[in-house]
C-alpha cells in the first residue's frame, strides 16, 4: 500500500528555517512527480513546489527563492527545505505524490493533480 508520512513540522520564529521530510513506502517513487502542498484553515490547499523523476522543479511565487525541494531516491525521501520564514507561511504542510509519471506542470503543481498518493500532513507555525 503507498504511504507517505510526513516530519520535521514545528515552530519557528520569522526569518528562521525548517526542514520537512517526506518518507515514501509501498510504492516505487522514482518515477512519481512528488509535490508539497499547505493549506491553511479556512481556505483551499495549495501547490508550492513539485518535482519529478528527472529532477525538474516548479515552485508557487510565494516560496521561489526561499523553498527548495528536493529528493533522495535512495532513502525514498522528500523535502522540503524552507528559508526566511514568514507568518504566511503558517499552514498545515502535505506531501504528495502523483504516480502517473506525468512531470511537473507549473506554479508548485505536478502536470496531472490533484496527486493521488497523500501524506497525514505537518503543522507549521512561524512567529512574528
Known amino acids: 500500500q503507498a504511504r507517505l508520512a510526513e516530519f520535521g513540522g514545528g515552530s519557528v520564529q520569522a526569518g528562521g528555517s525548517l526542514r520537512l521530510s517526506c518518507e515514501a513506502s509501498?510504492?516505487?517513487?522514482?518515477?512519481?512527480?512528488m509535490a508539497w502542498y499547505r493549506q491553511i484553515p479556512g481556505k483551499e490547499r495549495e501547490g508550492i513546489a513539485a518535482i519529478d523523476s528527472d529532477d525538474d522543479t516548479t515552485y508557487a511565487n510565494s516560496v521561489k527563492g526561499r523553498f527548495t525541494i528536493s529528493k533522495d531516491n535512495a532513502k525514498n525521501t522528500l523535502y522540503l527545505q524552507m528559508n526566511s520564514l514568514k507568518p504566511e507561511d503558517t499552514a498545515m504542510y502535505y506531501c504528495?505524490?502523483?504516480?502517473?509519471?506525468?512531470?511537473?506542470?507549473?506554479?508548485?503543481?505536478?502536470?496531472?493533480?490533484?496527486?493521488?498518493?497523500w501524506g497525514q500532513g505537518t503543522q507549521v507555525t512561524v512567529s512574528s
Open positions: 509501498g510504492y516505487n517513487y522514482r518515477g512519481a512527480c
Open positions: 504528495a505524490a502523483d504516480t502517473g509519471n506525468y512531470g511537473v506542470g507549473s506554479g508548485g503543481y505536478c502536470y496531472n493533480s490533484p496527486p493521488d498518493v
